[in-house]
């Protein structure tokens, strides 16, 4: 079992939106809570990009190009992180990965990814 599960990828037009959401159904909620969690992108050919932080005490910051347009988000009553994506681009397209690290614990797990493609 996979210790982080991501969803809600797809296909969207520019300047449509999509919530991307990354779940830790196997991890106890003492370690969850602990978890500084970030969302990756990579798209073919590049290297993988850091994307939005939300560290254990809720702070968040945000790569320069998806900065007033993505906000990430946690409810961890539900072990559930979030990614709000709106205005999106054709150059947002990638395989978004979600990221969790826990330096009290010594952990850190990659989910498997999920596609998003922007295009008309």
């Known amino acids: 079992q996979a210790q982080l599960v991501e969803s809600g990828g797809g296909l969207v037009q520019p300047g449509g939106s999509l919530r991307l959401s990354c779940r830790a159904p196997r991890m106890i909620t003492s370690v969850y809570n602990s978890c500084n969690m970030d969302w990756y992108r990579q798209a073919p050919g590049e290297q993988r990009e850091l994307v939005a932080v939300i560290n254990a005490g809720g702070n968040t910051d945000y790569a320069d190009s998806v900065k007033g347009r993505f906000t990430i988000s946690r409810d961890n009553s539900k072990k559930t992180v979030f990614l709000q994506m709106n205005s999106l681009k054709p150059e947002d397209t990638a395989v978004y990965y979600c990221?969790?690290?826990?330096?009290?614990?010594?952990?850190?797990?990659w989910g498997q990814g999920t596609q998003v493609t922007v295009s008309s």
């Open positions: 990221h969790a690290q826990s330096t009290s614990y010594n952990l850190e797990y």
